[in-house]
């Protein structure tokens, strides 16, 4: 009888150590994940500054932002806005509205593509679904 007890004793002793080594190394996976998570957030979140920072210093976005405070008296605002960001091999950039957020609706002014990496700024021309460059862009508005 002894003997079994003792047995048994160092059984659940292995098993006891071993649930616990193994829920020290999922907790120290989760701490590890969560901080990934934390520093990919201060990343977007940088990102996301500097591409609110470069839309709003548009020449165009300057001028129409201008516009609409002095025809509102001062009622309205452009409002810029990230629509979409980017997404794991799918999308390598962050849609970008310019547009003003009425009280029932939101609408849109530009459609611009933010490229991440080097945040190179494209026109989206909702109207022919297709993606131009600035300099593009700007010869076919002049008026």
Not at 129 to 141: A, F, Q
Request: one cysteine or more.
């Amino acid at each position: 009888m002894r003997y079994t007890n003792l047995i048994f004793t160092i059984i659940f002793s292995t098993i006891t150590i071993s649930c616990n080594k193994s829920n020290i190394k999922n907790n120290e996976e989760t701490e590890s994940n969560s901080l990934s998570q934390l520093k990919q957030q201060e990343s977007d979140s940088v990102n996301e500054e500097r591409i609110y920072k470069l839309i709003y210093n548009l020449p165009e976005v300057v001028e129409r932002a201008k516009y609409i405070e002095k025809e509102t008296q001062g009622k309205r605002h452009l409002v810029i806005m990230i629509a979409e960001k980017p997404k794991e091999k799918t999308q390598n950039y962050y849609w970008v509205k310019v547009g003003e957020n009425l009280e029932t609706n939101f609408v849109t002014h530009y459609n611009f593509y933010v490229y991440k990496e080097k945040y190179e700024i494209k026109y989206y021309d909702t109207v022919n679904d297709t993606i131009i460059n600035l300099e593009t862009w700007r010869k076919n508005n002049i008026q």
